[in-house]
């Protein structure tokens, strides 16, 4: 683990309608569901009131790109929240590639019985969990932290 940033940290997954929030203990051996937060214009600080309440040192959010690797539309909402996410909680906040967290959580949702209906409340909980756990293995694996960070200055 030679490198590895000790603390909490959230991994946030950004939709349109929903906002997911997993987090992870301090030695980052396990990403957990928080809560999935309505869009709208409270989501910026209900997270960062979950991040102080976490004690969480880090967000980590996901960006979402095709598979090459290119911007989506939903890349640059992404982007936003993000900024507006660092302006508000004054925490560092980095970018880092979620390409297929959404299709890996619905992949385990329905491996555990889930119905694609009855996994709507929580797959944004889930695809939080699988970019917070992907970026936790990428910095243990490589000692540097996960993505790109994000700039506290308004734009």
Do not use: W, Y
């Amino acid at each position: 683990m030679s490198g590895f940033r000790r603390g909490a940290r959230l991994g946030i997954d950004v939709g349109k309608a929903r906002v997911g929030v997993a987090k992870c203990d301090p030695d980052g051996l396990l990403a957990t569901p928080v809560e999935t937060v309505p869009r709208d214009d409270a989501s910026v600080a209900r997270i960062a009131a979950l991040a102080e309440e976490h004690s969480a040192f880090e967000l980590l959010v996901g960006l979402p790109m095709n598979l090459r690797g290119d911007d989506t539309p939903s890349t640059r909402d992404a982007r936003d929240f993000a900024a507006a996410l660092a302006a508000a909680s004054r925490l560092p906040v980095r970018l880092v590639d979620e390409r297929l967290s959404t299709v890996s959580a619905h992949a385990a949702l329905r491996s555990s019985g889930r119905s694609q209906r009855s996994s709507r409340s929580i797959v944004d909980q889930v695809a939080a969990v699988v970019l917070l756990q992907q970026a936790l293995d990428v910095e243990k694996s490589t000692g540097r932290p996960p993505g790109t960070p994000v700039s506290q200055e308004p734009a």
